[in-house]
């Protein structure tokens, strides 16, 4: 779990660090509109909205504190994948093993139920 765990820090770091310099060159809607004029850039927009959409339904049903739910899934709107990863990262402090991690209803800052 511990390389996973350390895979998945490095992808939120090296996600940050490419947001970062791509809002340097060029703002977000301008990028959105680009990459959708082109049949291969919209296949990757809805794919991207699709695991967003699961990500978040997952979210839902597996935090207990509605509350964290809807912040995350408001973020993860805003955000993307870089909120899956620091949600998982988070889940993964008081989980036991992988299975609690990834199915067991608990909040992030509370116990499982």
Aim: proline share 2%; net charge positive; aromatic share 10%.
């Amino acid at each position: 779990m511990r390389l996973a765990l350390g895979v998945l820090a490095l992808f939120a770091v090296g996600l940050v660090v490419t947001i970062v310099i791509a809002s340097g060159q060029e703002d977000v809607l301008t990028a959105l509109v680009a990459i959708g004029s082109d049949p291969w850039g919209l296949v990757t927009l809805i794919d991207l909205f699709c695991g967003l959409f699961f990500a978040a339904l997952w979210i839902g049903v597996v935090e207990s504190d509605r509350r964290v739910s809807f912040v995350a899934i408001a973020l993860l709107l805003v955000l993307g994948n870089l909120v899956t990863a620091v949600y998982l990262l988070l889940r993964a402090r008081r989980a036991p093993g992988w299975r609690a991690w990834l199915t067991e209803r608990r909040g992030l800052f509370g116990a499982a139920q």
